[in-house]
């Protein structure tokens, strides 16, 4: 059967209809845009009457007809003043100008969908913070949690930037585990991907959490106002850390909270310890230790990777080697060892003597050895002696003789680091993306932080000897040879560089003894090494000892 059309009046009554709508709807919005002034003062004009009213209603009888005498004599003088009808209305009408004006909205509380964060945030830690036993818990399902929550704060996404919470007082707060349960439910309902700091108040049975931003990544390697002795690992809170240096970023000078490593005869932590996922940035940290001990002492480079990521420093002054292969690596160790000790003979003798110790042995010598494990694992395949067992004397006895240790590992290589790293490496830094387990291990303590998955290159945390625990942000200092540098940071690094030797200095003659045994190293990495300057002294010296073979790479 043909379907009859439908008839005109209804086919076409819809767009006619939306047609009109559209219509009246811009008519409505230019009359208001046209009579917004009139429809500001006369809301202004019915606040100003309702002031009026409450006005009149609180004041009490005995004083209402002065007070009527009163406006009348007002209204009187204003009548009679030339132009003062027209000053009054004038006034008033501004008066209800000011108060019919549109004022911004102001949150005194937390919204519904932020209350109903809260609600369910409280009755999360009903379980850890209550006890059956207690007559009046300040947790409990269906509680007031009103009484256990203050000071809170919620983002423009709706989640919590800071909150405080109270907890009753039989809640075990000392205890490392109960603290861990607690902050990671907080970490979990509050938002996962921030990072949150943690401030327990045992005395005050409160916890306070809130966010902290994320630390400034625009800092790149540069020339640090510091004293000789000290170098800047990185840049922390501001509340972490007292002392602040001028440095300079990609928006401007700004002056940075810096975690400032003393070394030195004087220094409780003389050695240091770098741990990281691939890529995290403990080269770009060793580099940057390098760049800032090269203005005032000697540096001597070992890598274990084998792939070139201290190119730049090689021939350049103050650098003594830079090895890449197991060979020159166990020779230029054990020359540092052999160094250590002629620094310890020399310097015991001049006290002896009552004389100052000798300027070489005063002058800072810098190990800086980047993945021993690759080296450790080589040697025992070759039969050979494992890089760090040279490493014991410069650890040891590196404090006295002016002989500063930084090791840096990988987390699945920190088992096979010896007892003499791990015991004498007592500034810890751990970079990249890890779990609280792993930065505990390695800083002895746990961060007061949640660490979060995705971090940029030379984030992590750092914690000198026994003190806390310190977020950390290495400056910028890539290898400025590698094609993804960016420019402003090959600038910056090229210019912190010394100044290559054309000479190199003649081999020292090693005493006789056995004839060495024929290099079997199949690392095609070049080495190179050049012998540091003699100092003149006048005391006998003692039998000169083996150094590294000054060679042209």
């Not at 995290?280 to 002492?297: E, M, V």
């Not at 090494?529 to 790479?553: D, F, I, M």
Request: glycine share 8%; aromatic share 4%.
């Amino acid at each position: 059967m043909a379907r009859r059309p439908l008839p005109r009046i209804l086919s076409s009554g819809s767009a006619q209809i939306a047609r009109s709508r559209e219509i009246a709807r811009t008519a409505a919005d230019s009359a208001t845009d046209v009579l917004h002034p009139l429809i500001t003062v006369s809301r202004g004009l019915r606040k100003l009457a309702a002031t009026a009213r409450a006005k009149w209603a609180a004041t009490p009888k005995e004083r209402r007809g002065p007070t009527l005498f009163l406006v009348a004599a007002c209204v009187l003088v204003v009548a009679l003043v030339p132009y003062g009808p027209l000053l009054a209305l004038v006034t008033v009408m501004g008066a209800a100008a000011w108060q019919g004006r549109e004022r911004p909205v102001v949150k005194t509380g937390p919204d519904d969908a932020e209350i109903a964060r809260l609600k369910g945030l409280y009755e999360a830690l009903v379980p850890y913070l209550s006890l059956p036993e207690d007559p009046e818990p300040l947790f409990a399902h269906g509680g007031d949690w009103s009484a256990a929550f203050g000071d809170y704060a919620f983002d423009e996404d709706g989640r919590l930037t800071r909150l405080r919470i109270s907890y009753p007082p039989y809640f075990t707060d000392g205890e490392p585990a109960a603290r861990a349960r607690i902050e990671h439910l907080l970490h979990a309902k509050s938002g996962r991907g921030r990072e949150y700091l943690f401030d327990w108040d045992e005395e005050g049975n409160r916890l306070t959490m809130r966010v902290l931003p994320a630390l400034p990544t625009t800092i790149a390697a540069q020339r640090f106002v510091t004293v000789p002795g000290e170098t800047v690992l990185g840049f922390t809170d501001a509340d972490a850390v007292q002392r602040t240096v001028p440095v300079r970023a990609s928006d401007g000078t700004e002056d940075a909270p810096a975690v400032v490593w003393r070394t030195g005869p004087r220094s409780t932590e003389p050695h240091l310890l770098a741990v990281g996922q691939p890529g995290s940035g403990t080269t770009s940290l060793l580099r940057s230790i390098a760049l800032q001990a090269l203005p005032h002492g000697d540096v001597l480079i070992v890598e274990g990777s084998g792939t070139g990521e201290y190119a730049c420093l090689v021939g350049r002054d103050g650098v003594l080697a830079v090895e890449c292969g197991l060979s020159g690596a166990l020779t230029s160790l054990e020359w540092a060892a052999h160094e250590t000790e002629r620094r310890l003979i020399a310097a015991n003798r001049a006290r002896q003597a009552g004389r100052p110790a000798p300027e070489d042995t005063r002058r800072p010598l810098w190990i800086l050895l980047d993945r021993p494990s690759v080296l450790g694992h080589l040697a025992a395949a070759d039969g050979r002696p494992d890089p760090q067992d040279l490493l014991q004397v410069p650890l040891r006895h590196g404090r006295a003789a002016q002989v500063t240790v930084v090791v840096a590992e990988q987390f699945d290589s920190v088992e096979s680091l010896s007892e003499t790293v791990r015991g004498h490496t007592r500034a810890r830094v751990v970079l990249g993306p890890a779990s609280r387990e792993q930065i505990a291990a390695v800083l002895g303590a746990e961060p007061h932080t949640t660490p979060v998955p995705d971090v940029p290159p030379g984030r992590g945390y750092a914690r000198l000897g026994a003190g806390p625990v310190l977020r950390l942000q290495v400056p910028a200092t890539p290898d400025p040879y590698d094609d993804a540098t960016s420019e402003a940071h090959r600038r910056a690094v090229l210019e912190l560089l010394p100044e290559r030797e054309t000479a190199v200095a003649p081999a020292v003659e090693t005493p006789p003894g056995p004839a060495a045994e024929p290099d079997l190293d199949t690392d095609t990495a070049p080495t190179h090494r050049k012998e540091p300057a003699p100092a003149h002294r006048k005391e006998p010296a003692p039998t000169p000892l083996p150094s590294p073979v000054a060679a042209e790479g």
